[in-house]
């Protein structure tokens, strides 16, 4: 359980310097853009690591906190649907993009209360848990931040058309069959 909280508080520790030290992250990037950037990224993927080292772990002697009924699982599968969509749709700006705002952070609420509700071991509660409050946090410090440029395709009506597509498809394919290879647990399989 250890790895995992190091790698939570690493990873989603570097995602939250916008929070609670916007200007501290705006003198790195002054000092040297590029050396922010990979610092960043490296500290990020070192969490990232030990976060999947350490969820892994953890579910190796799970402790169990809650049971949910097994219908709940299909409304975690309809709340997965826009995931995907959501979390591609800065790149190709239309109006899925302009009004959700923070499509990501939407995709990121939606992904983790999905799995909170079909997963109850305490490794679930804290990794999904943990996702949810830094997105909720990270929504509302931004109503106090202007928002960065997120590198784009022009704004058009298709892109619209094009996340939808690419999301569903992503969707899928994650749901049929990466999801049991990167995870080892098959979504659509009813017990």
């Known amino acids: 359980m250890a790895l995992l909280i190091i790698g939570l508080l690493l990873f989603l520790g570097m ?86 705002k923070h499509p990501q952070l939407i995709a990121v609420k939606l992904w983790a209360v999905s799995h909170l509700l079909v997963n109850g071991m305490l490794a679930d509660v804290i990794l999904f848990g943990a996702f949810l409050i830094w997105a909720v946090v990270d929504r509302i410090s931004m109503k106090n931040r202007t928002s960065r440029q997120v590198h784009h395709l022009p704004r058009a009506l298709m892109n619209d058309v094009i996340i939808v597509v690419l999301g569903l498809g992503f969707y899928g394919v994650f749901a049929m069959y990466l999801h049991q290879r990167l995870i080892g647990i098959a979504p659509f399989v009813m017990n």
Request: proline share 6%.
């Open 15 to 100: 995602h939250s310097i916008s929070i609670f030290a916007l200007d501290f992250r705006n003198r790195q990037i002054e000092k040297n853009h590029l050396a922010w950037k990979a610092g960043y990224s490296i500290i990020a993927l070192i969490g990232f690591f030990l976060i999947v080292q350490g969820y892994a772990q953890a579910k190796l002697a799970p402790t169990l906190l809650y049971v949910t009924p097994s219908w709940l699982g299909h409304v975690s599968a309809l709340l997965m649907l826009p995931v995907f969509i959501l979390f591609i749709a800065p790149y190709f700006p239309g109006k899925i993009r302009a009004m959700t």
